[in-house]
């Protein structure tokens, strides 16, 4: 069998083997007792029957009659030379007996001989003998059953071999390679068998587990790319907050002592350590919220809130003025500000990454949400890629040479179902994706 395991068929039809031994055994030992119960059986004549016929067989060469003293109980035919009765004390005298008939029947029977000669034939119609005849009957018709008997228990016993034994031991066998970790290797399949549905069933296990683990390895590739994706991504704000750090250290070591003015491109520079600072915050919280959410602890606390706040969220990541936003309906939304906020700070920044061109948001009252649009004019992504976008590591494919880790519109998504919304996406013109916010 595979996987170096021993074949279990042996030891499962050991029991069995010994039933169909014990059974052979036991009729044997039947047939005995029933040999020595019955007597001889040999289906020679008895001492009494060979003395009777011997004394008539004597009379009729004397007086050409029995005497009628003679066996008067006893029931017997004399035939002449030729066949003929010429005595029957029989009760019924109906059936002929011819010697053919004795022999046919065992009669015991002997010639009458007279110098020499065969003068006639006596037959015993009601001999003891016969009991021999009846025990050979009996004899047979037990052997005949006992045959048939430890026949029908072999041929049961091969077809539970067949349809039960072997394709337990097979699924045995198979469950025994899974748990080895052999998956490749397909379980052989007999609908005609009692297992049919069953070994299906099994091999169905083994593909989905098959699949499972493609899964889990892929997953865990994606994973490995995702820390390397995540320290290039962080190296690169980290390099620049380090060079303006030691280029403005420089600066005011030239002027120490000295009253330092505040120019505008020192604050450009503070400002682009905040901006780089931001971008690492982004990074470890996208970061952050997908283990969260790998463990199940993933939670949003929602609130009532004014719809305004929306435009304050927009603005606190609308550092590079790309954002054109429409006026907000005077509503009351269900939401976590704080998740909200970084489901929009999400898109905005997949907006300045991969599209560089103006965004704009848009409004709308939809019966019990709020939509927010939120669009811009970039390349977008393929259409077979729509429903993929904001599963887990994807990255639509025109990402060109940019960086990313794919967990951006992930979040985003399940940010937006944790607290009653929606978040989809589409490609016109560029990427919009719209957000779906509960009114409350």
Known sequence: MGCGLPDGRGSAMKGYYRFLTLLVLL???????????????DGSQNNEDVLLLNEIAHEMVLYDMPLENTASEREYVILDRTG???????FD???AVTVETAIKRRYPYTYITENNQITGTIVLADSR????HLRTNIIAVYCVCGFLLIGVAAAFGAYIRKTVIRPFAKMKDFASCVAAGDLDRPLEMDKGNLFGAFSESFDIMREELKASRARELSLQKKERELIASLSHDLKTPVTGIKLTSELMAAVFAQNEGQEITVTEDMIAKMNNIYKRADEIALLVGDLFSSTLEDLGEFKVKCADENAAVIAQIVSEYNDRGLVR???IPQVIVHMDKLRLSQVIGNILFNSYK?????IDISFHLDESFLEMSISDSGPGVYEEEIALITNKYYRGKQHGDKEGSGLGL???RILMDKMGGELSVRSENGLCATLLIPLS
Do not use: H
């Open 93 to 95: 005298p109906s059936e």
């Open 325 to 327: 936003i429409s006026e």
């Open 27 to 41: 009729f044997a030992v039947g047939l005995s007792a029933v040999w020595k119960i019955t007597g001889t059986g």
């Open 410 to 412: 992930y979040i985003a």
């Open 84 to 90: 003929n009765v010429i005595y029957d004390n029989r």
């Open 354 to 358: 991969y599209a560089g061109t103006p």
């Open 129 to 132: 003998n016969q009991f021999g």
